[in-house]
Nanobody, 119 residues
Framework: AQVMESGGGLVQPGGSLRVSCVASGLTFTMYDMAWYRQGPGKEREFVAGVRRRDNTTHYADSVKGRFTISIDNVKNTMDLQMNSLEIEDTAVYLC?????????????WGQGTQVTVSS
């Protein structure tokens, strides 16, 4: 099983970017899905996630109102639409699949995709 990110790049402050994650080899709906990021010299931090138990979305305070997470249970994909990007959003964005129920304790991480916000 694996998860793989795509869609990173260079964007100016105030711009938009969409990153995607595709999962393969796993039962997608048995995993809570989330985006994390790790900026230069910073620790990894939660960005946004979907909790399957009640089908709710959750966001870090720093991205609320600017980022939107979405999942497609047919295509086994998760997207993160990022608007009004700020220099502080520069980071490697990582896809995470966290097992639920009998899969509790199983975590899959992607390699990450670089997002750089710079003028």
């Amino acid at each position: 099983a694996q998860v793989m990110e795509s869609g990173g790049g260079l964007v100016q402050p105030g711009g938009s970017l969409r990153v995607s994650c595709v999962a393969s080899g796993l039962t997608f709906t048995m995993y809570d899905m989330a985006w994390y990021r790790q900026g230069p010299g910073k620790e990894r931090e939660f960005v946004a996630g979907v909790r399957r138990r009640d089908n709710t979305t959750h966001y870090a305070d720093s991205v609320k109102g600017r980022f939107t997470i979405s999942i497609d249970n047919v295509k086994n994909t998760m997207d993160l639409q990022m608007n009004s990007l700020e220099i502080e959003d520069t980071a490697v964005y990582l896809c995470n699949a966290k097992g639920r129920g009998i899969l509790d304790g199983i975590d899959w991480w992607g390699q990450g995709t670089q997002v750089t916000v710079s003028s």
